[in-house]
């Protein structure tokens, strides 16, 4: 069993940065991708980035590629997503997941892709 904590969300103005975390632990062998996705109220779970266990390759979507960038800590056990130049429609809850394949750099994701999440950490941009 996987276990992913994340951390790092609050409130910030438009234009400003945050940096999310997602804690690892628990029986990680079969883990070959680290994603983010993120819910606005009253939307679907929405793609936001992955990253290889190896960290070698990323994928982004396109509403933050550019802004985002996704890495990963192999001694912490830890990924990141580091978010820049925040929008108002960036709001929402971010999850982190875990899953047992990378596809390829410009595969769009789904949940369907992933079989842990963490609870959520709450994003909100102000306009």
């Known amino acids: 069993q996987v276990t992913l904590v994340e951390s790092g969300g609050g409130l910030v103005q438009s234009g400003g940065s945050l940096r999310l975390s997602c804690a690892i632990s628990?029986?990680?062998?079969?883990?070959?991708?680290m994603g983010w996705f993120r819910q606005a109220p009253g939307t679907e779970r929405e793609f936001v980035s992955a990253i290889h266990w190896s960290g070698r390759s990323k994928a982004y979507a396109d509403s933050v590629k550019g802004r985002s960038t996704i890495s990963r800590d192999n001694a912490e056990n830890t990924v990141y997503l580091q978010m820049n130049l925040l929008k108002p429609e960036d709001t929402g809850v971010y999850y982190c997941?875990?899953?047992?394949?990378?596809?390829?750099?410009?595969?769009?994701?789904?949940?369907?892709?992933?079989?842990?999440w963490g609870q959520g950490t709450q994003v909100t941009v102000s306009s």
């Open positions: 628990g029986r990680t062998g079969s883990i070959m991708v």
């Open positions: 997941a875990a899953g047992t394949r990378f596809y390829s750099s410009l595969y769009i994701y789904t949940s369907a892709d992933f079989g842990s």
